[in-house]
């Protein structure tokens, strides 16, 4: 079954709705009851992936409740860099908590996501903290709400990343499963899997055919403003061992084929005893208001 069928189907199932001629009763469950995974192709794709789970490490990676890296960070503008690197510390708590921070950086101008390119004259840390749909970067003078863009480009990121391909696109019986076939990424020949949701929002899954670790992620997306498609990517390498967990320590993004940024993992945790408070934060102030002089 072709994914142009399948969007067909998923549009017939939302279309316009008109009063129906009287008939007889008839079978409606059958229609809404179409399983768009009952093909070949589909059965091999859930393989291929679940392969990769298997790969991974099984159930310790499908249910760690959080994960620690720290490394060195680098932004990119145009696939170039002037920075030597930044140290960061990252904590994810799934579903839906992180908190990213700079370490002991004197001048900083972008963080992760671009946060809102606030320039560190105190040599304090900069922290950006999600929690659920919110947002909230700490700087030197106090906390403010995530900038409304970055953090729709966040979620966007969260929504389409590998645990939530594994753990939530995967378990949702209404996403549809396409085997790719085999091609080279990043020098490494991988099976691909495209897996698309009710929404006709899709994402590309490239795993390594040896390994069967996962090599990039692709999805893409369409600007509410000037309506142009945008491809962002995530290419995956290094991987260690870590508490039985196969780990990538290298991580590069890509937006409409520009490196955007990269992550050198130097250590890796699971399963920390971490405090709801890492994941709490309160505004103290509003950056788009002026501050007062003293």
Known sequence: MTRFLFVLLLGGLGGAQTTPPPASPAPAAAQSSVNMNDSDNARKARAVLDQT?????????????????????????????????????????????????????????????????????????IVLIHNGDKGYETTYKGTAAQDKLELENYLRRREHSLEWVFRKWMRDPSVALFYDGTAVVDGKETEGVTLLNRENDSVNVFLDLNSHYPVKISYSWRDPKDKQKNVEEEVYDSYKLVQGIWTPHSITRYFNGETSQQRFITTASYNLKLPDSMFEAAVTYDPTVPLKRR
């Open 53 to 125: 789970i298997q790969a991974l490490g099984g159930q310790p990676y499908l249910t760690y409740e959080n994960r620690c890296e720290e490394g060195r960070y680098y932004p990119l503008y145009h696939g170039r860099t002037e920075s030597t690197g930044i140290p960061y510390r990252y904590y994810v708590e799934y579903p839906d908590r992180d908190r990213f921070e700079v370490i002991h950086t004197k001048d900083v101008f972008l963080v992760f996501g671009q946060v809102g390119n606030v320039k560190d004259k105190n040599k304090t840390d």
